[in-house]
């Protein structure tokens, strides 16, 4: 038989930190941990200025554009000048970035993040550290709220051209923001009912702290500040308590899973069947971008599930699916009806995709798998097209729609041009940025 194309939902990308594609290959050149990387990336952001940054961050949505992914979750903490001097505007970093994914074409989520301090016991910032802080709780919420009330997020319902992109507030780490400032952050996004990111135990090392100084887990920690909400999604959530597991899930938080960062890194695999378990929401992001491709991301959720239960199929193939589509889109804070237009078609006729898409769900035309993005006249297709997840790969994407506006056509970006162009653009714009770190 010919082989037909299978359609996804549009998939979403609810981790991001744009400029730390930079670091694809050149951390592997040195050995170490989380902390050793970290200062690799340090370096990076000491280069960026807002021209830099809305050059990389336009190529790196590209190439997620490119991979599949439709919506990103841009979790922002590089605000101000160096030693943290404010542009004249002092969002200007903040509009490279909602310039960036309107150039590219990808739906964005622009997570301002709170980042005060070096340590849990409030340890004064490092040099670099001086661009990421706005000084105070309250001084934060003024900025985020002069952004949120620029006009530059406008209602995402008006219209395809100013409605991809809007605000969210995020808490960078325990270890970044004080009690004080949280509860700042978490009464910006309350009020505003806007998403509330956190990146939460990633390291030991944090877990430890936080319990040394403040006596209480970083979880427990963000409850007692009313940071814990159906609002709030807890990035990468490793080295959790069976405790912090069920207080995450009585408060129907969303848990973000970046499993090639975590194994990049080091990091460690987090309990994420345990959190579904308890009653959270699942979902995945690319992080540090080690990897860009939402397929590698999503199998890696199960995968490494497995690696630590010594055992297959924890997470169903339906629940794997909604981690990178309606569970994205919901940490972010977009309706299933607001993405209903976002839409990704695979072909089927490579070597590696052989077979995994059965005979396109054994229906005629495209074979449609989940329900947002589902062009009308596809039908509703069994679990067996859902093996794609476990096969695909970058370039087995032929299509992908934002807001039903085709952006990828024939494997290729619509609006920024040939593939080739766009690598070598990001291959420059990256060599510039390591010259000088």
Not at 147 to 168: N, Q
Not at 313 to 334: F, N
């Amino acid at each position: 038989m010919t082989d037909r194309p299978v359609l996804l939902p549009g998939l979403v990308n609810a981790h991001s930190h744009a400029f730390h594609r930079a670091l694809r290959g050149v951390s592997e050149r040195t050995s170490g941990d989380f902390w050793t990387w970290r200062n690799l990336m340090y370096g990076v952001a000491r280069q960026l200025d807002p021209d830099s940054y809305r050059e990389l961050a336009t190529l790196v949505y590209a190439e997620m554009l490119l991979a599949g992914w439709t919506t990103v979750g841009e979790f922002h903490y590089l605000h101000h000048g160096p030693l943290g001097t404010p542009y004249s505007d002092p969002n200007e970093m903040t509009w490279s970035i909602v310039e960036a994914a309107a150039a590219a074409g990808i739906r964005l989520t622009l997570l301002d993040a709170c980042y005060l301090q070096a340590g849990v016991g409030g340890e004064a910032l490092e040099e670099v550290q001086l661009r990421f802080s706005d000084g105070d709780g309250d001084a934060w919420s003024r900025r985020v709220t002069a952004a949120s009330e620029s006009g530059r997020f406008k209602d995402p319902e008006s219209s395809r051209e100013d409605g991809l992109a809007r605000i969210g507030a995020a808490i960078h780490s325990v270890r970044a923001v004080g009690p004080p400032a949280m509860e700042s952050v978490a009464a910006w996004a309350a009020t505003e009912s806007a998403p509330l990111h956190v990146h939460l135990s990633e390291q030991r090392k944090e877990n430890e702290a936080c319990l040394a100084v403040l006596h209480m887990t970083p979880t427990d920690l963000l409850g007692s500040v009313g940071a814990l909400s159906g609002r709030t999604t807890a990035v990468h959530a490793t080295h959790l308590s069976s405790r912090d597991v069920t207080r995450l899930g009585l408060a129907r938080c969303s848990i973000c899973a970046c499993p090639t960062t975590e194994r990049d890194l080091g990091d460690g695999v987090g309990p994420f069947a345990a959190l579904a378990d308890s009653g959270c929401v699942l979902c995945v992001g690319s992080d540090s971008h080690a990897v860009i491709d939402p397929f590698e991301e999503i199998r890696s959720l199960e995968w490494h599930q497995r690696l630590v239960e010594e055992r297959r199929g924890i997470l169903s193939l339906e629940v794997l699916l909604a981690a990178g589509s309606s569970g994205g889109a919901r940490a972010l804070g977009w309706t299933e009806g607001e993405v209903a237009g976002d839409a990704v078609t695979l072909r089927t006729e490579s070597v590696a995709m052989a077979g995994a898409a059965g005979e396109a769900g054994g229906v005629g035309g495209a074979g449609a798998v989940g329900g947002a993005g589902a062009v009308d006249e596809a039908e509703a297709v069994g679990p067996e097209p859902l093996a794609v997840l476990f096969a695909a790969s970058p370039r087995d994407v032929d299509t992908v729609t934002v807001g039903g506006v085709t952006v990828v056509e024939g494997g290729e970006h619509a609006l920024l041009g040939p593939s080739g162009a766009i690598a070598e653009r990001l291959s420059k714009a990256i060599g510039r940025l390591l010259e000088g770190s």
